[in-house]
């Protein structure tokens, strides 16, 4: 990691001769980590206004190690909080910089474009702090640049690395996604004019009915419905850039069909179907920010599981139902019980699909001990990182079950 500017004492214009607005400034300066991309809720923000309390401002190094502290969790986050500090608590005008930086180039080597990619996250998560005017501005510079096709970015645009921009485009992709899940047959039946299975109560019926000597043969086929779908979403800090796309595509595929089943979950398990049925995305969305409390904290998956198969199976697992489970599979207890309850949803359900936005690196491999108890359990083990992964994921769940993923024995051969 970089360390912190040298300079130790703050520049001109800064909290410290705000007259008191140094909680305003600490939350404009949250939002611009929120826009660019970190995992930043009301929570980090009351533990910054703490840290910073304790370690006071008078030292520029202390300021930047305590928001350090509170802002950053993962090695990746380091680069875009270190420019984000710089040029919010110290020189404003950088953002101009930064928007040169942002402007696509010929590609070079794999750190500079890094580099460029968060200032350019960066840049725009400024400008939205900004006038209208510098805002316009900003806009029309990036789009003057644009020589490529935006919407074959956006498809294969990793979640994680999306701006403000990006993002909301992605949003209104996943409201126009649809998901065929392919019907299976049921045990009841519908009347039919073509030959197939005799009806013979229908039969009988018409026969006395008509007074005839000949009874006429009703025929009758078996009736096909989608199975349920029921959705279990890691809300855990580790998942947060990728759950809030998630929940986008969850409410577009609970408008879309019924019988779905929507759960979150990190230390506890959720149920927020009812909320995901609303029409507007952002009304269900903030019904469900209001009902779940353990937003981007550890993850419990086995006492998750647990909870789920022993209140909600039953209920909602019958006649088929595919189960989808988005999860890194980092388990906070160690992956205590996992591996039981992974069974019991095995046997319960029809078919458990795993969404693991880690196969978006190419060399991954599950060595996590929550991985390794869930994956001998699996029917399916798929990326959900991006626009892409979540389009292939509409085909699987159309496609038969013996033509889905054939790659699971490998990776199973992994943990063998």
């Known amino acids: 990691m970089t360390p912190p500017p040298s300079d130790d004492r703050m520049s001109e214009g800064e909290p410290r001769e705000a007259g008191g607005r140094l909680a305003e400034n600490l939350m404009l300066f949250a939002r611009t980590l929120r826009a660019a991309g970190l995992p930043v809720g009301p929570g980090r923000v009351l533990q910054g206004v703490e840290a910073m ?3 006071g401002i008078e030292r520029r190094d202390d300021l930047y190690w305590a928001l350090h502290a509170v802002f950053v969790n993962r090695r990746e986050e380091h680069p875009l909080f270190d420019q984000a500090f710089q040029v919010f608590w110290r020189n404003p005008r950088l953002l101009d910089r930064l928007s040169q930086l942002a402007l696509p180039e010929a590609p070079t080597d794999e750190n500079q474009q890094n580099r460029r990619e968060i200032a350019r996250r960066l840049a725009e998560a400024l400008a939205s702090q900004q006038d ?9 510079e990036i789009d003057a640049a644009h020589t490529w096709s935006q919407q074959e970015t956006l498809r294969t645009m990793d979640f994680e690395a999306m701006g403000q921009a990006e993002t909301a485009e992605a949003k209104r992709a996943i409201a126009r996604f649809r998901l065929p899940v392919r019907p299976m047959r049921t045990r009841r039946y519908r ?9 013979l109560r229908r039969t009988m019926r018409a026969a006395l009915r008509a007074g005839r000597d000949d009874i006429p043969l009703q025929w009758r086929h ?5 199975p349920p779908l029921v959705m279990l979403c890691d809300i855990s800090g580790s998942m947060a850039q990728y759950s809030r796309m998630v929940l986008h595509f969850m409410h577009t595929v609970t408008r879309d069909r019924d019988r779905v089943h929507s759960f979150v979950f990190g230390t506890s398990l959720t149920n927020i179907t009812h909320h995901l049925r609303h029409q507007d995305v952002d009304e269900a969305l903030a019904k469900v920010g209001g009902t779940v409390t353990d937003w981007e904290g550890g993850t419990r998956i086995g006492h998750c599981l647990h909870t789920f198969n022993r209140v909600w199976a039953r209920r909602v697992l019958g006649q088929g139902a595919v189960v989808l489970l988005i999860t890194d ?4 207890d ?3 019980g996992l591996a039981a309850e992974m069974e019991r949803l095995h046997k319960s359900a029809r078919s458990v699909l795993w969404l693991n936005p880690l196969l978006r690196y190419a060399g991954y491999a599950p060595k996590s001990l929550g991985a390794r108890a869930m994956l001998p359990y699996v029917h399916d ?6 626009l892409a992964s979540l389009s292939e994921l509409v085909d699987v769940l159309s496609a038969p079950m013996d033509r889905r993923n054939s790659e699971i024995a490998v990776w199973r051969a992994m943990i063998a």
Do not use: K, T, W, Y
């Open 222 to 226: 078996q009736r096909r419905r989608p």
């Open 329 to 332: 599979g980092l388990d906070r």
């Open 334 to 336: 160690n992956a205590e």
């Open 132 to 140: 209208g005017e510098h805002e316009q501005r900003e806009e029309i």
């Open 191 to 199: 009347p039919s004019q073509h030959p197939g299975q005799a009806d």
């Open 381 to 386: 083990f798929r990326p959900v990182h991006n």
């Open 53 to 55: 309390q304790a370690v």
